[in-house]
């Protein structure tokens, strides 16, 4: 089985500063990663996804992130939030030969702070 | 398409009811997912179909939970005598199995138990 480790349950930022929010992974099989976001009472919308190829991967809202296997690591990164970038972000994994279910960190709340 | 649909949004019950979610996914899609999230933490996996099969469930899944997918199509989530820790919000996702990759996730259904 898969698991994800979120280690920073809350970051403040102030408005245009960079960010990053870390996600490291567990797995014996070849996996997927994904972020999400997640703002309140919605359901979750897809940030980006790494599959396979360039470890960099860029996805919406200017978020990019990148796939580290070393380090087992996906970590996300912005180089100037937002005050609408305040949500929880949640870091998840899927088995690639399968992709039966995904599995999820705890989250981390991004606070912007104008 | 409008994306996954999940009813209804919000749901209050007293405890030792019966409640009943449903989720229409993106409609070419043959998986879709339940999970559950209380608040502070990521989405739990609980159960997947693919097509009409329901292939895994969680150790989570008591049997006070049941899931049916009767036409491969919509989905609903059954829960039975309802207890005071079944709140939380129910996500529904789905994704298109050949391609494999992220699953498209609904608004949820919260459930108060009371």
């Known amino acids: 089985a898969q698991s994800v480790t979120q280690l920073d349950s809350q970051v403040p930022v102030f408005e245009e500063a960079p960010v990053e929010l870390r996600c490291n992974y567990s797995?014996?099989?070849?996996?997927?990663l994904f972020w999400y976001v997640q703002y309140p009472n919605q359901g979750l919308q897809l940030l980006l996804k790494?599959?396979?190829?360039?470890?960099l991967v860029k996805g919406i809202n200017g978020f990019e992130a990148e796939f580290n296997k070393s380090q087992t690591s996906f970590h996300l990164r912005k180089p100037s939030v937002h005050i609408s970038d305040t949500a929880e972000y949640f870091c998840?994994?899927?088995?690639?030969?399968?992709?039966?279910?995904?599995?999820f960190g705890t989250g981390t709340s991004l606070t912007v702070i104008p | 398409d409008t994306g996954v649909s999940q009813n209804p949004r919000h749901k209050i019950t007293k405890r030792g009811q019966n409640v009943t979610f449903r989720c229409d996914p993106i409609?070419?899609?043959?998986?879709l997912y339940w999970y559950r999230q209380t608040l502070g933490q990521g989405p739990e996996f609980l159960t997947y179909?693919?097509?009409?099969?329901?292939?895994?469930k969680s150790r989570l899944l008591s049997d006070r939970f049941s899931a049916e997918r009767p036409k491969g199509s919509f989905s609903t989530l059954e829960i039975q005598r309802t207890e005071q820790g079944d709140s939380a919000m129910y996500l529904c996702?789905?994704?298109?199995?050949?391609?494999?990759?992220?699953?498209?996730f609904g608004q949820g259904t919260r459930l108060t138990v009371v």
């Open positions: 996702a789905s994704s298109f199995a050949q391609s494999n990759t992220e699953a498209f």
């Open positions: 797995s014996s099989v070849s996996v997927y």
């Open positions: 790494y599959l396979s190829g360039s470890t």
């Open positions: 998840a994994v899927s088995d690639a030969n399968t992709g039966n279910q995904f599995y």
């Open positions: 409609s070419e899609h043959n998986r």
């Open positions: 179909f693919q097509n009409e099969a329901q292939l895994e």
